[in-house]
């Protein structure tokens, strides 16, 4: 097992237009999140997994967002009418429950520039 | 709310110095865990360091070590022997202990240069 992978690593969008990433945590991890990360900020949290179940969602996530996790494996990060606003990196991270209190393995993200 | 102030954009050390970050945070809970990330140029965040808040004893990681000072909320970060792989974005990051409170609660991050 590689890691965290996403994919793809940027994607430049034209305003208006959907896009959606992917991402594929560690094989045995159960939880996964989603993160945004702005120029000059630092993460925010989006929304988390456990197994395929979606059990949190922040307020960050508009209703333009929507993410799933079919089979508990991978996830897909789906925004809709991309506004430029949108424009961050995604990050995935996964963990194994209950040891995620040892943090969470992050992907390498993917960049979305909305033009 | 909890909130988490890295007052540090930007800090540089000499190669094989000392080099100490700063962060503070603001919570009400009594039982959480801190953590330190690294993100290289390469972007991929990787846990330097963690510390739960029952524990009085600071952390300690190889060259990685802690300041957890509990009543004051600040949890710093001292890397010693600092070497030029050092050089990223360094993140705080607080997460509520308890069932169901999961996410992550990130600094703004301070950029560490280590000069050769």
């Known amino acids: 097992d590689t890691g965290v992978s996403q994919n793809p690593r940027h994607k430049i969008t034209k305003r208006g237009q959907n896009v959606t990433f992917r991402c594929d945590p560690i094989?045995?991890?159960?939880?996964l999140y989603w993160y945004r990360q702005t120029l000059g900020q630092g993460p925010e949290f989006l929304t988390y997994f456990q197994n395929e179940a979606q059990l949190e969602k922040s307020r960050l996530l508009s209703d333009r967002f929507s993410a799933e996790r079919p089979k508990g494996s991978f996830s897909t990060l789906e925004i809709q009418r991309t506004e430029q606003g949108d424009s961050a990196m995604y990050l995935c991270?996964?963990?194994?429950?209950?040891?995620?209190?040892?943090?969470?393995?992050f992907g390498s993200g993917t960049r979305l520039t909305v033009v | 709310a909890q909130t988490v102030t890295q007052s540090q954009p930007e800090m540089s050390v000499q190669e094989a110095e000392t080099v100490t970050l700063s962060c503070t945070y603001d919570t009400s809970e009594s039982d959480y865990y801190l953590f330190w990330y690294k993100q290289p140029p390469s972007r991929q965040m990787i846990l330097v360091i963690r510390q739960e808040a029952y524990k009085q004893q600071n952390a300690t990681e190889n060259r990685f070590s802690v300041n957890f000072q509990k009543a004051a909320k600040s949890f710093s970060l001292k890397i010693s022997d600092s070497q030029l792989g050092d050089a990223a974005m360094y993140f705080c990051a607080y997460r509520f202990h308890q069932t169901g409170a999961n996410n992550l609660f990130f600094g703004t991050g301070t950029r560490l240069t280590v000069i050769p």
């Open positions: 991270a996964s963990s194994l429950a209950p040891g995620d209190n040892y943090g969470y393995t």
């Open positions: 094989s045995e991890h159960n939880r």
